[in-house]
């Protein structure tokens, strides 16, 4: 079956616009996690969809950060006013109900200028 | 949150096994340990789960001690295509508890 998609692979802006990427997770998989990763390092943790809600946005970095997922399917995460730090691949994942193993998308990889 | 420590880097040769050693020690009861494995340009792809004792599949090997303080990520005679980083993670998979550390750069050479 399919597996998570995101898209756009590849964003680039400048500094002070808007952006919204977004995921398709796999389908039935109630939960999806957003991260951001750096080079060199590990993902961080952004936040986390059971369903619609958001059961656990603590990882968001500050208010210019939202995200969605209004129908418990495909979310948006959505960036405003972006900053030359925002800069990093944003990866998606999503998992079955109850279960533990995480699948991710490939990633955006968002550049701003 | 329990953190994790892993080397950095690890060099091996095609056709060894290479053992990546991952430290907890404040994993808690309902913890679970998971390794996955991150190519360029992708995302992270599960390897293996584990709680406790030993963990197999056609991958890898998981091996957690008695104490879970330490687990163990085995991986049976190496190719180059397993050149990645491998990441160790523990918790209960939901939220802020799934934390990536920097990972382990495996590099497998001729």
């Known amino acids: 079956g399919a597996g998570v998609s995101q898209t756009p692979s590849n964003k680039v802006t400048e500094k002070g616009k808007y952006v919204e990427l977004r995921c398709d997770p796999i389908?039935?998989?109630?939960?999806l996690y957003w991260y951001r990763q750096s080079l060199g390092q590990g993902p961080e943790f952004l936040i986390y969809?059971?369903?619609?809600?958001?059961?656990?946005d603590s990882g968001l970095p500050n208010d210019r950060f939202f995200a969605v997922r209004p129908e418990g399917s495909v979310s948006t995460l959505k960036i405003q006013r972006t900053e030359r730090g925002d800069s990093a691949v944003y990866l998606c994942?999503?998992?079955?109900?109850?279960?533990?193993?995480?699948?991710f998308g490939p990633g955006t990889r968002l550049t701003v200028l | 949150l329990a953190k994790t420590t892993q080397p950095i880097s690890m060099d091996s040769y095609e056709g060894q096994e290479v053992n990546i050693t991952c430290s907890h020690n404040?994993?808690?009861?309902?913890?679970?340990i998971t390794w996955y494995q991150q190519f360029p340009s992708q995302g992270p792809r599960f390897i293996i789960q584990?709680?406790?004792t030993k963990v197999t599949n056609e991958v890898a090997s998981l091996f957690i001690p008695a104490d879970r303080k330490s687990s163990t990520l085995s991986l049976p005679r190496v190719s180059l295509s397993d050149t990645a980083v491998y990441y160790c993670?523990?918790?209960?998979?939901?939220?802020?508890?799934?934390?990536f550390g920097p990972g382990t750069r495996l590099s497998v050479l001729p």
């Open positions: 994942a999503s998992s079955r109900p109850g279960a533990d193993t995480q699948y």
């Open positions: 389908s039935g998989h109630t939960a």
């Open positions: 969809f059971q369903g619609t809600g958001a059961a656990d």
């Open positions: 404040n994993i808690a009861t309902n913890d679970y």
């Open positions: 584990g709680y406790k």
């Open positions: 993670l523990v918790g209960d998979n939901y939220g802020q508890n799934f934390v």
